[in-house]
Structure formats: C-alpha cells, structure tokens
C-alpha cells in the first residue's frame, strides 16, 4: 500500500509558474518510478511526465517539453512538477502515480502504475 498526497495546484496567469509537490507514504518509495499524468474536462487522461526510480532518467509529453521539469527527492519521500510558462491549455487536473516497472518505455503508460493520488487543480487564465 503506498499512499499519494498532491499539492501546489492552484489559479495562474498565462506565461506564469507553478510547482507540484506529490508526497508518498512508505519507506520503500526508491523502488517506484514516479509519474504525473493530468485530464481536462471532457478528455482522456494523459501522460505528461515520469522520473526514474534514482531520479537520473526523465521523460515527457511533447506537448511540456522545455517548459516542464520532474524531479524527485527520495530522502524526503516526495516528487515535483515545476510547470514555466503556463497557458490555458494546461488547464486540468494533475494526478502523481508509482509504479515499480523499471523499463523506461513504461514510463509513459498510465497501465502500469499501481498507485495514484486524488489530483490538484491547475488553471491557467488567459
């Protein structure tokens, strides 16, 4: 059982930042892969970015790439999405998930984690 608590979401303009925070239960939170997923109204759930179990290895959805960066602090128990210049079409619902696959071309695919948190709500006005 690993429990998932999201936080950090919130209102910003376009152009402007955010940074997520998901904090994980457990003392074996080093053997997940780590990923954040979102899903706007009236749309499928899509991958946007995951980290490996040590933190050296990322990857991430065209559609955030450059603007978007994960990262991980397995001391603390905890991984991040920084978000830099936002736009309207960020809005959605951002969910952090584990999984304990250690393939890197499952990193992108929500089937294979076995944990999620409830989501924070991120909004970006135009």
């Known amino acids: 059982q690993v429990q998932l608590v999201e936080s950090g979401g919130g209102l910003v303009q376009a152009g402007g930042s955010l940074r997520l925070s998901c904090a994980a239960s457990g003392r074996t939170f080093s053997d997940y892969v780590m990923g954040w997923f979102r899903q706007a109204p009236g749309k499928e759930r899509e991958f946007v970015a995951a980290v490996s179990r040590s933190g050296d290895s990322t990857i991430y959805a065209d559609s955030v790439k450059g603007r978007f960066t994960i990262s991980r602090e397995n001391a603390k128990n905890t991984v991040y999405l920084q978000m830099n210049d936002l736009k309207p079409e960020d809005t959605a619902v951002y969910y952090c998930?584990?999984?304990?696959?250690?393939?890197?071309?499952?990193?992108?695919?929500?089937?294979?984690?076995?944990?999620w948190g409830q989501g924070t709500q991120v909004t970006v006005s135009s």
């Open positions: 998930a584990a999984n304990r696959y250690n393939y890197y071309n499952y990193y992108m695919r929500s089937e294979k984690y076995d944990y």
